[in-house]
């Protein structure tokens, strides 16, 4: 086979492919991947690929989209880490840089305080900074989250609603130290604050984020068990937790009001990444004619990127917890459905 070069629908033996892999990447792809080797191993490489000759376009094409669909693939074998990445650094870039980057990558991910501030509740936002000067509040406000900034606003005593609001349309630079000092206030202040179950802030948005990566089968039997030890940690945690799907468990009631408050783009592009089932919820609580547009404006709409639907449903969610927050509806309404 040596001297006639390689063709398509030669039988290939995993030396021939590795060989091929090689080539194809070029010196210095494969050099990593070579370092590592035994010299046997290099030696029948090395042999093979001297041999190769020339190589087809699709012996190639197929010897490399099998590599790539093996790294696709769900085989435990072939998931990157972290000791890849530490050989890509040692092998890429000076040691000390290396070195340093690979200390920051191993630092638990922090969050910024506006990000935890973005996590409470409106109610305990306005509750710790409404005795602030209007300045620092719209410093505050302008930081965070804008769809908790608006109802965190709304909490406030209506007098100082419209200063804090023309200070936020003004702010352009702000020296660095004062909203440093904010910060550290701030910090110091949520981590004294607890939640109604006694848990702190940090502890609480552990928690979530937790659950969030679990699958769902693994998460709810934790949450079941976390409804029967601690029933408040397990209410905040829960509606911090919401997912679209939930929506299922709602009454038709709450649905019809859900459907008075939301924009018709945010639930098309949000039933658009929705279950059947739950698509259904909501179209059975539409007049037939309404059903009959949405259902029209989903399929002109085509394939749709998961961010933008995420971005729909997460949207739609900000606005049913607000409406539960309110009274207007109640998110455990799984018991008594309509």
């Known amino acids: 086979m040596g001297g006639s070069g390689m063709k398509g629908k030669v039988q290939l033996t995993g030396e021939d492919k590795a060989a091929i892999l090689l080539f194809a990447l070029g010196p210095e792809a494969s050099a990593p991947l070579v370092q590592g ?49 530490v050989s890509l650094f040692k092998y890429a870039i000076e040691s000390d840089r290396a070195d340093r980057l690979l200390n920051e990558l191993s630092a638990p991910k922090t969050l910024t305080i506006w990000e935890k501030l ?96 679990l699958e769902k089968a693994v998460a709810r039997p934790i949450l079941d068990q976390l409804r029967d030890k601690d029933e408040k940690l397990f209410t905040q945690v829960d509606r911090l937790l919401l997912v679209f799907e939930d929506l299922i468990d709602l009454s038709d009631r709450d649905i019809q009001t859900i459907l008075k408050h939301i924009s018709s783009d945010d639930l098309v592009k949000s039933l658009k990444g929705a279950s059947e089932e739950i698509a259904e919820r909501f179209f059975g609580n539409m007049s037939q004619r309404a059903a009959e547009i949405m259902r029209e404006d989903m399929e002109v709409m085509g394939p ?23 009274g207007a509806i109640t998110l455990s309404a799984s018991d008594d459905m309509v």
């Open 304 to 326: 749709m990127k998961l961010s933008d639907v995420d971005e729909a449903q997460q949207a739609t969610l900000k606005v049913i917890r607000k409406l539960d927050d309110e």
């Open 118 to 213: 973005s996590r409470l509740k409106p109610d305990m936002i306005s509750s710790s900074i409404s005795d602030e000067h209007p300045q620092t509040i719209a410093l505050i406000l302008g930081n965070i989250d804008a769809s908790v900034a608006s109802r965190v606003i709304a909490l406030l005593p209506e007098d100082m609603q419209l200063s804090v609001v023309m200070r936020m349309s003004k702010i352009e630079s702000v020296p660095r130290e004062l909203v440093k000092d904010i910060e550290e206030t701030l910090e110091r202040e949520l981590s004294d604050m607890q939640g109604d179950s006694g848990i702190s802030f940090d502890g609480m948005v552990s928690v979530v984020d937790i659950l969030k990566g």
């Open 37 to 85: 080797m035994d010299d046997n191993t290099l030696s029948r490489l090395g042999r093979r690929m001297a041999e190769l000759g020339k190589v087809d376009a699709d012996v190639l094409n197929s010897v490399t989209e099998e590599y790539l669909e093996l790294h696709r693939s769900e085989d435990p074998m072939l998931r990157s880490g972290h000791k890849d990445v």
